[in-house]
Nanobody, 123 residues
Framework: VQLVESGGGLVQTGGSLRLSCAAS????????MGWFRQSPGKEREFVAA????????YYADSVKGRFAISRDNAKNTVYLQMNSLKPEDTAVYYC????WGLGSQRGSDYDYWGQGTQVTVSS
């Protein structure tokens, strides 16, 4: 499974970005997907996750009401819509896939990771 993130960039406080993660796998609809982020000097943290059928979504408290995760199984892609961005959202954002189909908040549940995409929010 290969995961390729895109859509990162530089945005002002209050702005929006949509991240995409394209998966090269035949059975994408079997995988639970998650987004995690890591900023310099900090540990990787959970952002959002979605179950394999998209019916269950989970969010970190810090992004609830501002971020939305979704997926298009026909396109083998998961998205992270980020609104009302804050400087503290600045990080490298990683897409991850788990073969259990779960929308898990634990990084250890994910077997596959993308290279990451940088998101920078200026104040």
């Amino acid at each position: 499974v290969q995961l390729v993130e895109s859509g990162g960039g530089l945005v002002q406080t209050g702005g929006s970005l949509r991240l995409s993660c394209a998966a090269s796998v035949r059975t994408f609809s079997n995988y639970g997907m998650g987004w995690f982020r890591q900023s310099p000097g900090k540990e990787r943290e959970f952002v959002a996750a979605i179950s394999r059928n998209g019916r269950s979504t989970y969010y970190a408290d810090s992004v609830k009401g501002r971020f939305a995760i979704s997926r298009d199984n026909a396109k083998n892609t998961v998205y992270l819509q980020m609104n009302s961005l804050k400087p503290e959202d600045t990080a490298v954002y990683y897409c991850a896939a788990n073969p259990w189909g779960l929308g898990s908040q634990r990084g250890s549940d994910y077997d596959y990771w993308g290279q990451g995409t940088q998101v920078t929010v200026s104040s």
